[in-house]
């Protein structure tokens, strides 16, 4: 996805959005003296850390974000980033092929894992998350919202990216296709205990949100946010804390 994000907003939940991508990196076989790509790999700062972890020789980090990648690490050797649409990465091979909660952006997931998957050198493998969070309020309610008036008419509703994500049975099935000689795919909830509804929209306003921030002027985006956080809160109720439950889909395969 292009368009600006903001890196500070992104941050403001780094701890919570860890795991995921910790699991993920376990998942992966070290490749001491490979190459590793990262993509959509946001402010960089787990790419330095995936660098490490799978003891590659070169990883890149791609991100279409100018501003996230701004406070890119950078003195690591080996480790660099570029700035690029992971809808069209094909600057393999490499060992690794690595995405974290980043190819929901893209549409036609069996197209694109097919392309992936020729990015990868023999023996290499794929690894990938995807929130699968689409059907919560959260979400739900920020498309309901942006189709009333006037945000409608000011910016429309962006595309539902929910709808770019398959099920963990078809990514399964998908990667089996591909030629998987080993596969790990599964369905995990992640639970984040926040202050309340007001940090739900704290915690969407780095990601779900920015599609539409991109599409409004800022009084019109302001005003869609606060219509946005009082339908939140009426559906949630004044819970404190809350109890962000959130689910994900972690995939895994190595290729012959």
């Known amino acids: 996805m292009t368009g600006t994000w903001d890196p500070a907003q992104y941050r403001r939940f780094a701890a919570e959005r860890r795991q995921p991508f910790d699991d993920l990196v376990a998942l992966c076989t070290p490749v001491a003296g490979g190459s590793v790509v990262d993509l959509g790999c946001g ?24 501003a996230m990648l701004a406070d890119a690490p950078t003195g690591v050797p080996g480790l660099s980033f570029v700035q690029g649409d992971l809808a069209a990465w094909d600057t393999g091979p490499v060992d690794v092929v690595f ?86 795919v599964r369905l995990q909830v992640y639970g984040h205990h926040l202050d309340g509804p007001d940090a739900v929209v704290e915690w969407v306003g780095g990601t779900l949100l920015t599609p539409y921030r991109n599409r409004l002027d800022p009084d ?27 689910p994900r889909i972690l995939c895994w395969a190595r290729f012959p």
């Open 43 to 66: 402010p960089g700062n787990l790419t330095a850390e995936l660098h490490d972890a799978l003891r590659a020789a070169r990883t890149v980090g791609v991100d279409s974000s100018a």
């Open 220 to 246: 019109t985006y302001q005003a869609f946010v606060d219509r946005y956080r009082r339908r939140l809160t009426e559906e949630l109720g004044d819970r404190r804390p809350y109890f962000y439950a959130f």
């Open 99 to 184: 995405a974290n909660a980043s190819l929901q952006w893209v549409d036609d997931h069996p197209t694109l894992l097919a392309r992936l998957r020729r990015g990868l050198r023999p023996g290499g493998q794929l690894a990938f998350q995807v929130p699968a969070n689409f059907g919560h309020p959260s979400h739900r309610l920020a498309r309901e919202v942006a189709a009333e008036a006037p945000f409608a008419a000011a910016g429309g509703v962006p595309a539902d990216r929910g709808a770019a994500v398959l099920a963990p049975t078809a990514y399964a099935e998908c990667l089996d296709d591909l030629g998987a000689t080993h596969q790990h």
